[in-house]
């Protein structure tokens, strides 16, 4: 089949996006600048009055995509590969801007001609459809596509083929009357769009839940103010991770764990995340809405924090480390301003001291990765492997101090108006400093997950340690 191709059709022409790529050099350019300049978006906008090639060549030239990491599809390459092979020629003929289709062209080498976008020509449908006819004449030439857009290039083509294409734009590139080829090289599957949403995240919301066990408040209508808080905040936080993967494209492509996430790895195009982030924002907005301004004005808070952090906060020394502990308190401030209780100096003296040291013990984790592979800091942070030892010292001072914190609690006279049997508590105490310098150590030693409160959630000593703890906290409250 591919012999008579070629020599029918010497000229395979080879589209980008969606095709070559599993991914579109539109959204990767934003949000490559976006992540290095907070003014992207206004930017944007303003090359987006000269046409949509403007904006392509504005995008590309303020960002600094590596096109050696890029999600390529490797069954494509392996036939434009095998296609030269057999004697053909290639080129790569493209909407994205023609400065960033020849930095690619150059890298894979594989193709003998390259065209794209040139700040003023949007080389996309018609105008792709007329520049091939002109370069290779009529039906001179076999087109490899993947987007409705490709159906006037498909129509002028001897051969079509499709790539990943869902099954109406099969049926009408079939009606063209062209020979047709279809490529399926990746599975359908809901499966990485799940996986982008982190629901193993959504562990972290059930502080959320905290205002009202530490107030003993178990009635009904507490309860599903905080259900619905719960949900409203694991959509927002879902938006915020998708953000974060985003803006984070480039250090999650050279990392050995992280280049296997969904956009990074190109199984969920970053056109979809991008659509994706703004629809989870809205629902979770929906949802405060009717729990009150209160509510809102956390979660709004929340976000504004997030993204802050996801631009500019998390690579700065220290305050990084302060603002994801400062969201973790956040989570609990929103539980109690859902349902109306009054939260304690107590619980909040505590969880900020507690968090502090869990986010020092996830920078530790991702110094002491760093250090294994050799390199010299944690990619995209502002740390150094030399930072270490003072980090590890933050993670159990500070956890040390939420102990303490917890131990004045036990001794204080608010805890006689909530339990029976306050003593029972100091037992919390105790399990808790175990766990705290267990958690150091595990780090110290290379075992941590890049999320301790995901790494606790499965680790089985953490299960055992948490079931101790309830039962201290039962028996305080009922012997």
Not at 124 to 147: C, F, I, S
């Amino acid at each position: 089949m591919l012999n008579k191709a070629v020599s029918d059709c010497p000229v395979l022409v080879v589209d980008l996006d969606g095709t070559l790529l599993r991914s579109d050099m539109l959204f990767e350019t934003f949000w490559n600048a976006f992540s290095r300049d907070w003014r992207t978006p206004f930017r944007a906008v303003a090359a987006l009055r000269g046409g949509k090639a403007a904006l392509k060549r504005t995008l590309a030239q303020h960002s600094a995509v590596d096109v050696e990491t890029l999600p390529y599809d490797p069954e494509v390459i392996a036939y434009v590969k095998n296609w030269r092979a057999r004697g053909g020629r290639t080129a790569l003929v493209t909407a994205s801007d023609s400065e960033l289709a020849a930095k690619i062209a150059a890298h894979l080498d594989i193709f003998d001609d390259v065209q794209g976008s040139d700040g003023e020509q949007n080389n996309k449908g018609p105008a792709k459809a007329a520049l091939l006819a002109e370069r290779y004449g009529d039906t001179g030439y076999a087109y490899m596509g993947d987007t409705h857009a490709d159906l006037p290039v498909w129509d002028g083509a001897r051969l079509a083929i499709t790539v990943n294409a869902p099954a109406g734009l099969r049926r009408q590139a079939d009606a063209l009357g062209t020979a047709v080829e279809h490529l399926s090289t990746v599975p359908s599957s809901a499966a990485p769009y799940l996986k982008a949403l982190r629901p193993h995240q959504w562990l972290k919301n059930i502080l959320i839940f905290l205002p009202l066990l530490a107030a003993h408040q178990y009635d009904g209508i507490t309860f599903l103010k905080s259900l619905f808080a719960f949900a409203a905040f694991c959509m927002v936080a879902s938006s915020v991770y998708v953000l974060n993967d985003l803006l984070d494209l480039a250090a999650d492509r050279v990392h050995p764990r992280k280049c296997k996430r969904p956009f990074a790895s190109g199984s969920v195009p970053i056109a979809h995340g991008t659509w994706l982030a703004g629809g989870l924002l809205s629902c979770g907005t929906v949802i405060a809405i009717f729990l009150g301004g209160p509510f809102l004005a956390a979660m709004v808070l929340y976000y504004i924090v997030t993204t802050a952090y996801s631009l500019y906060l998390k690579r700065q020394v220290i305050i990084d480390i302060c603002v994801l502990a400062g969201l973790y308190t956040m989570r609990i401030v929103a539980g109690g301003a859902a349902t109306g209780i009054p939260l304690s100096v107590w619980l909040l003296a505590f969880s900020i001291f507690f968090f502090f040291s869990l986010a020092a013990v996830k920078r530790q984790a991702e110094l002491v990765d760093s250090a294994e592979r050799g390199k010299l800091g944690a990619s995209g942070r502002g740390y150094h492997v030399d930072d270490l030892p003072l980090i590890s010292q933050i993670g159990i001072s500070s956890g040390y101090v939420s102990v303490l914190v917890m131990a004045l609690y036990v001794n204080s006279p608010a805890v006689t108006k909530l339990y029976t049997s306050p003593s029972a508590l100091w037992g919390i105490c105790l399990v808790l400093l175990y766990w705290v310098t267990r958690m150091v150590m595990v780090t110290h030693r290379g075992q941590m997950h890049d999320d301790p409160v995901v790494y606790a959630a499965k680790d089985r000593i953490s299960q055992i340690c948490a079931l101790i703890i309830f039962a201290f906290a039962m028996g305080g409250a009922l012997l």
